[in-house]
Nanobody, 118 residues
Framework: QVQLVESGGGLVQAGGSLRLSCAASGKTFEINAMGWYRQDPGKQREFIAAMTNGGTTTYANSAKGRFVISRDSAENTVTLQMNSLKPEDTSVYYC????????????WGRGTQVTVSS
């Protein structure tokens, strides 16, 4: 089992930045990819960004050029630096981890709220 705990959400004005972090614990040696999704009420969870153990990154079009994903394998953390935030980025952001080298995996955090005011 792997446990994921997100932190770093909050309220920010449009154009501002936030940094989300996710700490993994448990059988972290089995993780091959980690990343982020977001979900609005009544909508499907949306992929944002992912990073493999080998350093390969993937971004949704909505995140390209604004968000940067990074990982610290030694600390078993993944972060999402979000810049130039827009009101439409308001959502609950979830950390995800997979045994495979692509997402989604079976492990999810509880989510952290990001609110961008206009």
């Amino acid at each position: 089992q792997v446990q994921l705990v997100e932190s770093g959400g909050g309220l920010v004005q449009a154009g501002g930045s936030l940094r989300l972090s996710c700490a993994a614990s448990g059988k972290t040696f089995e993780i091959n990819a980690m990343g982020w999704y977001r979900q609005d009420p009544g909508k499907q969870r949306e992929f944002i960004a992912a990073m493999t153990n080998g350093g390969t990154t993937t971004y949704a079009n909505s995140a390209k050029g604004r968000f940067v994903i990074s990982r610290d394998s030694a600390e078993n953390t993944v972060t999402l630096q979000m810049n130039s935030l827009k009101p439409e980025d308001t959502s609950v952001y979830y950390c995800n981890a997979a045994y495979r080298d692509f997402l989604p995996g079976v492990y999810w955090g509880r989510g952290t709220q990001v609110t961008v005011s206009s």
